[in-house]
């Protein structure tokens, strides 16, 4: 704890009177853990460990009145088996890696019964769905390399993903 205030393992105060709580959902009913709750930021390490149905009702959850404006981070490793997938594909070349030139661009969605609509602009959005509300979404790909200060204080780590199965280094590096 920053300001030695006691809270609960997992959690994470800060001196401005904020804090940070770490959770999981192992089990897809999990999520309703957090009906009701309004969280701000929520993030989650490694999406493709998560089920849509989670995500999705936690972005239900994604709402603020306190002044922080809500968002959403997700790191996730590829797998071409995963439901993330289908989600960034757009963001993906043909050979299965990211496409660069269109890294960090921002795209919108709605949900139009159980199908994604995705737009290049909110407003394409609301003129085709006008009676519904566009999120966006943007896909940031990166690797081991782009972290500096992991390789700076543990070097061996890049061996031991070097040592992997080719499958599962392609997807770690």
Not at 38 to 55: A, K, N, R, Y
Not at 86 to 97: H, M, N, Q, S, V
Not at 98 to 103: H, L, Y
Not at 158 to 171: D, H, I, K, V
Request: hydrophobic fraction near 40%.
């Amino acid at each position: 704890h920053i300001d030695g205030s006691k809270y609960a393992r997992g959690e994470w105060a800060f001196p401005a009177h904020s804090r940070i709580v770490f959770r999981h959902m192992q089990h897809e009913k999990d999520k309703y853990d957090f009906q009701g709750a309004q969280i701000p930021f929520i993030g989650f390490d490694e999406l493709t460990h998560f089920s849509e149905g989670q995500f999705f009702y936690m972005l239900s959850r994604n709402r603020s009145t306190c002044g922080v404006p809500p968002y959403i981070r997700a790191t996730c490793n590829p797998d071409s088996e995963s439901w993330v997938a289908k989600f960034i594909e757009w963001w993906i070349a043909p050979d299965g890696y990211a496409d660069m030139d269109k890294s960090g661009v921002i795209r919108w969605m709605v949900r139009d019964r159980s199908t994604l609509v995705w737009a290049d602009t909110q407003e394409e959005l609301k003129s085709r769905y006008p009676k519904l509300e566009s999120k966006s979404v943007t896909f940031i790909p990166s690797s081991v390399m782009d972290n500096k200060i992991l390789l700076d204080k543990a070097p061996s780590y890049l061996a031991n993903l070097m040592a992997l199965p080719e499958l599962e280094r392609q997807r770690l590096l």
